[in-house]
């Protein structure tokens, strides 16, 4: 079935450090794919999506591409702030061709990020 | 992107008893889907909630522990029934717009049993 995979966390950074979050996924047809962030105390927000082979999402100085030919979407940040400490999720949406598709999410473990100063 | 708003944000309850969580949105959308975040935990569907139609469960969820309401296009409910333990978790509804469109999340349901 469909599945993501992402990278195990704790992630532990300092301030102005480089960022990437692996994630890779398993799916039939063409997903679309997602990254989801919560910060503590709070539910998900959409961080950025990208719909169709190398297309790349990108918001707040995240950005990720997706890659069908190694079915990775992973998610980079060139400099870590303190304020970007989160839960970073990567989920698809299925699309199965022969079924017409899916709007159900398929979510990552999650990859927990702390920024230190 | 819609408003979602859930209550309660938060709720302790006994063992045994059942707790209603409510989610309203500021805009007509034809999906809604609930979720599950156990502790430390990715999240987990529990259903897709269609206006004027039965719910549709996942595998392992079933509607006697977990009924769901979805009157009109704007709001829907859901219930844990019979609580325990297990149950303990943070509950979020969310919205969709369409394939292909990412779906927005309320700020979830914080929900502890004793």
């Known amino acids: 079935g469909d599945s993501v995979t992402q990278m195990e966390g704790p992630v532990t950074l300092s301030e102005e450090a480089f960022l990437t979050i692996n994630c890779t996924y398993t799916a039939t047809g063409y997903p679309s794919l997602f990254w989801y962030v919560q910060y503590p105390g709070e539910g998900l927000q959409l961080l950025l999506k990208a719909t169709k082979a190398d297309d790349k999402g990108s918001n707040k100085g995240f950005e990720a591409t997706y890659r069908k030919e190694t079915t990775s979407f992973h998610l980079e940040k060139g400099s870590v702030q303190v304020s970007d400490s989160a839960v970073y999720f990567c989920a698809l949406t299925p699309l199965h061709i022969t079924q017409g598709g899916s709007e159900k999410l398929v979510f990552g473990k999650g990859t927990k990020l702390t920024v230190n100063p | 992107s819609a408003v979602i708003s859930q209550k309660p944000s938060r709720d302790i309850c006994q063992r045994g008893t059942s707790l209603t969580i409510q989610c309203q949105v500021d805009?007509?959308?034809?999906?809604m889907f609930w979720y599950r975040q156990q502790p430390g935990q990715s999240l987990t569907l529990i259903a897709t909630a269609n206006q004027g139609s039965e719910a549709t469960y996942e595998s392992g969820f079933v509607i006697d522990k977990f009924p769901i309401s979805r009157p009109n296009l704007t709001f829907s409910t859901l219930t844990v029934s019979n609580m325990s333990p297990e149950d303990s978790s943070i509950y979020l509804c969310s919205v969709g717009a369409g394939r292909y469109q990412p779906q927005h999340f309320g700020d979830g349901t914080r929900l502890s049993i004793l």
């Open positions: 805009s007509q959308v034809t999906m």
